[in-house]
């Protein structure tokens, strides 16, 4: 039986984009000179790139970003074969095998009923492999931006049966108030240990809703930029300074641009 056409298009573009890797690596400067922990900034900056793609719905731009992430792989698995210490096809191979362990009701006799049961199983296959750090929270990296570090915390807890089944609104009620008292206070420590728990229980109540914080908060913030510069184009048509005004003027042009908003169609 002949080969996919699909799969063995495929193969040969992986084959030539390992070939241009090792070029790189052997013909520019710039890409002789790196190693893991300097080409690993423009890793995340490629996933960052690929998240907001993503989250867009930018076919294009998901192309793209995909391809840079994809370079990434086959530049840091080249500098695992240079020191003799993995390859490319150990990468690929390494993570098959991960995923057919992780995955016993596709590949075995397990059953599940709903996706929450196969995040339990993940983690529970996970905590029982060799080289894994010990604890509920082992091999959870420290250095992962807050937001996202919360969620895993949150997430690893939950694997152990120690979760709501609800998205706990009321926790984020509650921080607030606690948040509240803390400003009435004049409480610097307490402020800054309040404001914690709110966003930690925004962030709980976020993960129960399948809604990733750190795309949905970089959206706002996105929508509040974009928001504001509608506001500054406002008053500038009404031969104002946006800077010049009182925050009384920019809240009212800013209420126009928020009206402008939502009376903008819905790309979706």
């Given amino acids: 039986m002949s080969e996919d056409p699909a799969a063995q298009q495929a193969a040969q573009a992986l084959q030539r984009l390992d070939e241009l890797t090792r070029r790189l690596r052997v013909e520019c400067p710039w890409d002789r000179e790196q190693d893991e922990r300097t080409i690993v900034p423009h890793t995340l900056e490629e996933a960052y790139e690929l998240a907001d793609a993503a989250h867009r719905r930018d076919d294009g731009k998901l192309l793209d970003e995909l391809g840079d992430v994809l370079f990434q792989v086959h530049f840091l698995a080249l500098l695992l074969e240079e020191r003799g210490t993995g390859s490319l096809a150990q990468v690929a191979e390494h993570v098959r095998q991960k995923l057919i362990r992780r995955h016993p009701h596709v590949f075995g006799d397990v059953e599940v009923a709903h996706a929450g049961e196969v995040l339990a199983n993940w983690d529970a296959i996970k905590r029982t492999e060799d ?91 996105d929508r509040f930029r974009a928001r504001v510069q509608t506001a500054e184009r406002l008053a500038q048509a009404a031969g104002e300074a946006w800077t010049d005004l009182p925050p009384g003027r920019q809240l009212g042009f800013y209420a126009q641009a928020l009206l402008e908003d939502e009376e903008r169609p819905n790309p979706s």
């Fill in 131 to 221: 080289g894994r750090e010990p604890g509920i929270f082992g091999e959870v990296p420290e250095n992962l931006p807050a937001l996202l570090y919360a969620r895993k915390v949150q997430r690893r807890t939950a694997s152990t049966g120690f979760d709501v089944d609800e998205p706990p609104y009321e926790a984020i009620e509650g921080e607030l108030e606690q948040l509240r008292a803390a400003a009435d206070h004049g409480d610097a420590d307490a402020r800054f240990h309040e404001a914690g728990d709110l966003l930690f229980a925004a962030v709980n109540v976020a993960r129960k809703l399948k809604v990733d914080p750190e795309l949905a908060l970089r959206a706002s913030a």
